[in-house]
């Protein structure tokens, strides 16, 4: 039986830049993930490791997305370095 993952939907919206303008642009793109993510961000939430749940959020989010393509391109050389320091990191975070 082949593994399937968790399919989402991401939109990005432009709210309004540092200078004050609002260009209305936004992206909207389909992932996969191995993981649930929204059990990832509560788990995060659930750590109280950032000051506020927002950022809890945008960390677990972006670390999720960022380590997906990282697992599904693990023969890059682009991340050969990254590779072990990812490892390290991962098992830290569990542990916090």
């Known amino acids: 039986m082949e593994k399937r993952n968790n399919k989402y939907k991401i939109l990005v919206e432009e709210i ?8 209305g642009k936004n992206l909207t793109i389909e992932i996969e993930n191995h993981d649930d993510l929204f059990q990832i961000i ?4 659930s750590k ?3 000051p506020d749940q927002h950022q809890a959020t945008e960390f677990a989010l972006g670390l999720k997305l960022f380590t997906e393509v990282v697992l599904r391109n693990k023969e890059n050389p682009l991340f ?4 072990p320091a990812i490892g390290f990191f991962m098992q830290k975070l569990k542990k916090a």
Not at 42 to 45: G, H, I, L, P
Not at 80 to 83: A, N, P, R, S, T
């Open 16 to 23: 309004e830049l540092k200078d004050g303008s609002q260009t």
């Open 42 to 45: 509560e788990m995060a939430k």
């Open 48 to 50: 109280n490791i950032f």
């Open 80 to 83: 050969e370095d990254l590779k």
